[in-house]
């Protein structure tokens, strides 16, 4: 059973436009989500994280927001840069500050074109 | 300190023969986790320390896994008789127990022919 789901595999988009990245999640335990790029060959590397007593947390070009009574988030990359290009995955824990167990999603593939 | 390394990187290895995997984590991290990948799917996780206690398994991890963090430093991950179904990126993690986040190391990739 997928605690975590990210629903669209891939998304593409220009250069300099708007990336956005969904998530949805069925476990109401959950209360810390985190986004992570993973490049190929590479480890996953941690982006931006969000509590759920937030809505809303922005870093630089990336913003996530969390809609608990939906069970959605989302992440947003203003402007996207090719450099963007990378699987994001979607985690989430049910402690606070992400150093629990993290349960992941399928991950979504984006690529930013020139 | 460059972050969480892994050792090696890539593992070939015959079903049925046992294998071992390192992992080193950045020194100051006292939370230590194991993930496997398989392709197109996102990391699950099969275990974590923190600094030498093993906190908690995954029902994932069968008799045939066992992971190991002596001194609350580094730690091996072992699985013995290996199976074509085993083959997968093995990914390592640290984070301090405050939170902000895990870092990977860059994993070890299993073969089983």
């Known amino acids: 059973d997928q605690q975590v789901k990210q629903n669209s595999p891939s998304l593409s988009v220009q250069e300099g436009r708007i990336s956005i990245l969904n998530c949805d999640y069925t476990n109401s335990m959950f209360d810390y989500f985190l986004w992570y790029k993973k490049y190929p060959a590479e480890g996953p590397t941690f982006l931006i994280s969000i509590s759920s007593i937030k809505d809303k947390n922005e870093d630089g070009r990336f913003t996530v927001f969390l809609n608990k009574s939906a069970k959605h988030l989302s992440l947003h990359i203003v402007p996207s840069q090719p450099g963007d290009s990378a699987v994001y995955f979607c985690a989430a824990s049910e402690g606070q500050g992400g150093s629990e167990k993290l349960v992941f999603g399928k991950g979504t593939k984006l690529t930013v074109n020139p | ?113």
């Open chain 2, 1 to 113: 300190d460059t972050g969480v390394s892994q050792n090696p990187r890539h593992k070939i290895t015959k079903r049925g023969q046992n294998v071992t995997f390192r992992c080193d984590p950045i020194s100051e991290h006292n939370r230590l986790y194991w993930y496997r990948q398989t392709l197109g799917q996102g990391p699950e996780f099969l275990t974590y320390f923190q600094n030498e206690a093993q906190l908690e398994k995954s029902r994932l991890l069968s008799d045939r896994f066992s992971a190991e963090r002596p001194k609350g430093s580094f730690s091996t991950l072992e699985i013995q008789r290996t199976e074509q179904g085993d083959s997968a990126m093995y990914l390592c993690a640290s984070s301090l127990l405050s939170g902000g986040g895990y870092t990977f190391g860059s994993g070890t990739r299993l073969t089983v022919v």
